[in-house]
C-alpha cells in the first residue's frame, strides 16, 4: 500500500495535520464519521453536516463534546456557523455502504463553497473529495472545477489532485487555500 498516494481521505487528513490554526473544523459531509472524528481530534471545535437523520443519530452515540450536529443541507450553514472556519472538508457523493441514490449536488454544494470561502480564516484550507464514478459525481466535479478555476488568484490558490493511472473514474482531491 502507498504512503501517501492511497486515498483522498488520507491525503486531505495528511494536509490538515499541516494545518496553522486548529480552532474551528468543518466537515460539510458527516456520512459514516470517520473525517468528524479525526476533526474532532485536532480542532477545538468541529460542525457536521448531514442530511440523513440516520447519520446524525449514529455519530451522537459518540458523545464527543466538541462537535456541533447539524441535520441539514451544507448549503444552509450561513443559518449555523457564524465564526470564522480554520478548515473545511467536504466527501461528496453519496454514503458508502448506505442509499446511492442519496448523493450531494452541486447547487447545494457550491452554495456550501460560497459560504465556506466566506468564513475561511487566513491561511485557512478547504479539501473537497470528489468522486466521479457516479453520474451526478462526475457533474459535481465538472461544474465544480469550472467554479474553482475562476477564484481570484490573488484571494485563493487552487490545486487539483488526481490519479493518472487508475481506471474507472477514480476519486480527486481539490484543496483550496485562503490567502
Same mark, same amino acid.
Given at each position: =500500500?502507498?504512503?501517501?498516494?492511497? %486515498?483522498?481521505?488520507?491525503?486531505?487528513?495528511?494536509?490538515?495535520?499541516?494545518?496553522?490554526?486548529?480552532?474551528?473544523?468543518?466537515?460539510?459531509?458527516?456520512?459514516?464519521?470517520?473525517?468528524?472524528?479525526?476533526?474532532? $481530534?485536532?480542532?477545538?471545535?468541529?460542525?457536521?453536516?448531514?442530511?440523513?437523520?440516520?447519520?446524525?443519530?449514529?455519530?451522537?452515540?459518540?458523545?464527543?463534546?466538541?462537535?456541533?450536529?447539524?441535520? %441539514?443541507?451544507?448549503?444552509? =450553514? %450561513?443559518?449555523?456557523?457564524?465564526?470564522?472556519?480554520?478548515?473545511?472538508?467536504?466527501?461528496?457523493?453519496?454514503?458508502?455502504?448506505?442509499?446511492?441514490?442519496?448523493?450531494?449536488?452541486?447547487?447545494?454544494?457550491?452554495?456550501?463553497?460560497?459560504?465556506?470561502?466566506? *468564513? *475561511?480564516?487566513?491561511?485557512?484550507?478547504?479539501?473537497?473529495?470528489?468522486?466521479?464514478?457516479? #453520474?451526478?459525481?462526475?457533474? #459535481?466535479?465538472?461544474?465544480?472545477?469550472?467554479? $474553482?478555476?475562476? *477564484?481570484?488568484?490573488?484571494?485563493?490558490?487552487?490545486?487539483?489532485?488526481?490519479?493518472?493511472?487508475?481506471?474507472?473514474?477514480?476519486?480527486?482531491?481539490?484543496?483550496?487555500?485562503?490567502?
Amino acid at each position: =500500500m502507498f504512503k501517501y498516494v492511497n %486515498d483522498v481521505s488520507n491525503i486531505a487528513h495528511n494536509i490538515i495535520k499541516n494545518t496553522i490554526s486548529r480552532n474551528t473544523a468543518l466537515d460539510a459531509t458527516l456520512g459514516n464519521g470517520f473525517d468528524t472524528d479525526f476533526l474532532s $481530534a485536532l480542532f477545538k471545535r468541529v460542525y457536521s453536516f448531514d442530511i440523513q437523520k440516520h447519520c446524525i443519530e449514529n455519530y451522537k452515540q459518540k458523545h464527543i463534546d466538541n462537535v456541533t450536529l447539524i441535520n %441539514d443541507s451544507h448549503a444552509n =450553514m %450561513d443559518i449555523y456557523i457564524k465564526e470564522p472556519i480554520d478548515f473545511a472538508m467536504f466527501n461528496l457523493g453519496f454514503l458508502p455502504g448506505g442509499d446511492k441514490s442519496i448523493t450531494t449536488n452541486y447547487e447545494s454544494t457550491v452554495k456550501a463553497l460560497e459560504s465556506t470561502l466566506k *468564513l *475561511l480564516t487566513c491561511n485557512g484550507i478547504v479539501t473537497i473529495a470528489l468522486y466521479p464514478g457516479h #453520474e451526478a459525481g462526475k457533474i #459535481e466535479r465538472d461544474r465544480l472545477l469550472r467554479y $474553482a478555476a475562476f *477564484l481570484p488568484k490573488q484571494v485563493y490558490g487552487v490545486l487539483h489532485h488526481s490519479f493518472i493511472n487508475r481506471e474507472n473514474n477514480p476519486p480527486e482531491l481539490r484543496v483550496i487555500e485562503k490567502k
